[in-house]
């Protein structure tokens, strides 16, 4: 069984940033992808940014060039999501979600608010 274990998030003001961090616990080897997802009030849950073991990433293109996905040393499954120049539209809660095995394992969701 694999646990995610998030940490950040918070409330900020529009223009500032906040970091993310997730780490996956349990029984963990060979190729996974982890990332980010966020789910807005009546809105469906959207990819943020993932990241494969190998470094490889990719961005919702609403968050390029804001947002940064990465991940700790081999053998430490631990991702971050540094988000800077945070607008109101990024409010949500935000998931971490790792894809393993072929196996979708999700966390319980962080609240990011952006005050306008």
């Known amino acids: 069984q694999v646990q995610l274990v998030e940490s950040g998030g918070g409330l900020v003001e529009s223009g500032g940033s906040l970091r993310l961090s997730c780490a996956a616990r349990?029984?963990?080897?060979?190729?996974?992808?982890m990332g980010w997802y966020r789910q807005a009030p009546g809105k469906e849950r959207e990819l943020v940014a993932r990241i494969i073991v190998n470094g490889m990433t990719d961005y919702a293109d609403s968050v390029k060039g804001r947002f940064t996905i990465s991940r700790d040393g081999p053998g430490k499954n631990v991702i971050h999501l540094q988000m800077n120049s945070l607008k109101p539209e990024d409010t949500a809660l935000y998931y971490c979600n790792i894809n393993y095995l072929q196996r979708n394992f999700w966390g319980q969701g962080t609240q990011v608010t952006v005050s306008s």
């Open positions: 349990g029984r963990i080897s060979g190729i996974w992808t």
